[in-house]
């Protein structure tokens, strides 16, 4: 059953060895302010311990081959060599989606990215039982144009669901598989890759995805939230090192959570976002 306060069951986040140090100052953080009856950290098979030594006991630290197998493979050979680097950008969205799917028909799944700070407590279920999703900016037209190839859909919102976490029933989500399924003849992840066009360095979306499917499909059960949040937790913070509780608090003023991606942190730049910082 869900969480009575925030109408989540279960956190699901994704991560790897290079935003390790991000995840271990997030992390708690998550726990904190989103309330679960169950939390999973998602991670590489050989960095299982790893992240164990540094996640907080709530978090069940579960090796990704679990759900996606040897769907590594198959990404890492539509590839072309220019994008062979994209590998695990794609295979992340593919370990949240089957991960997700994996609970139980009436739960209500929060996938939360792994690099983003909630710095209050968070609800997503509202007083009429609606899911609240927040809005993003971003607009990729190649993510339209795969979802109108694999379930016919057009872009159902004027805001983008690309926004750090996306609440989804469990429900919602298979019924969305057995589509691509039925109308590929194949499983849904095959159906996903077999459509993506693998030269353009992002070329799938699963929030955008699953957000398009539902916003046609249930459109009455679901609501969005006014409230702001920021992605460039690195230029207003400095680093993520350098957030404390006094500035998580004052920041809470402004925004629901910030987010601290791994391409915003360059190093030769780090020490005059510290000394901005202070």
């Avoid at 795969?146 to 690309?162: N, Q, T």
């Avoid at 969005?224 to 680093?239: A, I, T």
Wanted: charged share 30%; proline share 5%; with cysteine.
């Amino acid at each position: 059953m869900p969480d009575r306060t925030t109408g989540v069951s279960e956190v699901i986040c994704v991560c790897s060895r290079k935003d390790a140090p991000t995840w271990q100052k997030a992390a708690p953080y998550i726990v904190r302010n989103i309330k679960a009856r169950h939390y999973k950290l998602l991670v590489p098979d050989p960095e299982l311990e790893s992240f164990r030594a540094i996640s907080p006991d709530a978090f069940e630290v579960i090796a990704e081959s679990r759900y996606v197998g040897h769907l590594g493979e198959k990404i890492a050979a539509r590839l072309p060599a220019a994008n062979a680097g994209r590998k695990g950008w794609y295979l992340q969205q593919f370990i949240k989606m089957a991960a997700a799917s994996a609970a139980g028909d009436d739960d209500i799944i929060l996938i939360w990215d792994a690099d983003t700070v909630p710095l209050k407590p968070l609800s997503f279920v509202d007083e009429r039982g609606r899911i609240i999703y927040y809005q993003g900016t971003e607009h990729h037209a190649p993510y339209f144009e795969l979802i109108k190839r694999l379930i016919g859909l057009e872009k159902a919102a004027d805001f983008s669901f690309i926004a750090q976490c996306f609440p989804v029933k469990v429900r919602w989500l298979r019924e969305l598989f057995a589509e691509l399924e039925q109308k590929a003849g194949t499983r849904w992840e095959d159906a996903i890759i077999a459509g993506i066009d693998f030269s353009q360095a992002s070329g799938f979306s699963e929030y955008e995805t699953m957000g398009t499917f539902i916003a046609f499909h249930h459109r009455a059960e679901i609501t969005f939230s006014p409230n702001r949040w920021w992605r460039f937790g690195n230029r207003l913070v400095g680093d993520i090192e350098l957030l404390t509780e006094r500035k998580a608090r004052a920041l809470a003023r402004k925004f629901d959570f910030i987010s601290f991606e791994q391409w915003e942190r360059r190093p030769r730049f780090m020490w005059l976002r510290r000394l901005l910082a202070r």
